[in-house]
């Protein structure tokens, strides 16, 4: 049986608009040419005519949050406790098991911006899909920002996922979910409105805070969902093993068996 891979992840790009202002990452890329001093100081007498065709090395020096980029979210991103209690766990801590699980696809593209998620809505998606969760299995989210990304209104588009949304998938087992927006929660310009009407404090990153209870991974900006089907896929999204990290990046692809 063959294969197909899609890469679900964003490239950790400069310049764009990838999160909100002052909090986008930052690249110097150094040129072969600008190299060469530095690999002459490694090698006394060695001068550039003397390596071939006059090139060093290319590197690039990054100044980066692990949340920029295509990312998973430990639960210590969220809160200091989880599962009612518990120490909350960070992305060195997490079992590698949840990262390589059989992927399910929700397609919320069609919801308006700053939409919270409902328990209803998903259980309405899972019998249009005729998917049946399973436990591990990982939840991805399709929403209308995956196509946005990079552009001046990324940030602030899709739906979110609440707390009654996220309790839905991880009082079923399922432990790691992700999304192609800036956030698993609405986009905050949303959230800010609603807690100004209301002053209700928990609204705030109500999805995210959820973990509270049931502990459980968030995979941000992901990419290319609308090509995947609803079922029928692995997903692979092994984070960087950050000591004590909130969140590592990932090169997260789904794997569907054609």
């Not at 002052?22 to 060469?36: C, L, M, N, R």
């Amino acid at each position: 049986m063959g294969r197909r891979f899609v890469d679900i992840s964003v490239a950790l790009q400069a310049g764009i608009a990838s999160d909100p202002p002052g909090g986008e990452p930052k690249i110097h890329y150094e040129t072969h040419a600008e190299s060469v001093p530095r690999i002459c100081r490694h090698f006394p007498g060695l001068t550039r005519d003397m390596l071939p065709d006059g090139e060093g090395w290319a590197t690039e020096q990054c100044q980066i949050s692990t949340h920029n980029g295509t990312h998973v979210d430990a639960p210590w991103h969220y809160a200091t406790t989880m599962d009612r209690g518990l120490r909350a766990a960070t992305i060195d801590e997490i079992p590698l098991e949840w990262f390589h699980q059989p992927g399910v696809k929700l397609d919320f593209r069609h919801l308006p911006d700053g939409h919270v998620v409902s328990a209803d809505e998903i259980d309405a998606e899972l019998r249009r899909i005729g998917h049946v969760l399973s436990p591990l299995e990982i939840v991805v989210v399709n929403t209308a920002a995956g196509t946005r990304y990079g552009q001046p209104d990324y940030v602030p588009t899709g739906c979110g996922m609440g707390r009654e949304a996220t309790l839905y998938l991880t009082s079923r087992g399922i432990r790691v979910v992700g999304t192609d927006a800036w956030s698993w929660d609405a986009p905050f310009v949303y959230t800010a409105r609603r807690f100004a009407e209301s002053g209700d404090a928990s609204l705030i990153w109500e999805g995210h805070k959820s973990g509270r209870e049931i502990g459980y991974c968030q995979i941000e900006k992901l990419a290319n969902l609308e090509l995947l089907p609803a079922t029928g896929f692995t997903v692979i999204c092994f984070p960087v093993k950050v000591l004590a990290g909130s969140a590592g990046w990932t090169r997260a692809v789904a794997v569907i068996d054609a």
